[in-house]
């Protein structure tokens, strides 16, 4: 799930359960997906890869792939 940095995923909470519940867009599951990667001590460092890898998909550092959207434009406006 998280890409060639196994640094990241060596302390991520969600390599200790099924990684489709990152990646299933029901609310129950994303609401349980956020809750996971609230408590993970590596939820910054995967939101930087996510956004730096324009991740289309799932929840990644705690945001879904819409808000990291969001994220980036305001990232965007923010150095324009």
């Known amino acids: 799930m ?4 196994l640094t990241v995923l060596e302390h991520a909470v969600c390599a200790e359960v099924d990684q489709d519940l990152f990646f299933d867009s029901t609310p129950a599951a994303v609401e349980l ?7 993970c ?14 991740e289309r998909y799932g929840v990644f550092g705690g945001l879904t ?6 994220l980036r434009r305001r990232e965007r406006r923010r150095t324009a």
Do not use: F, S
């Open 2 to 5: 998280l890409g060639a940095d």
């Open 41 to 54: 001590p590596v939820i910054e460092r995967c939101l930087r890869r996510a956004l730096d890898d324009n």
């Open 65 to 70: 792939a819409e808000e990291r959207q969001a």
């Open 33 to 39: 997906a956020k809750e996971l990667c609230a408590r």
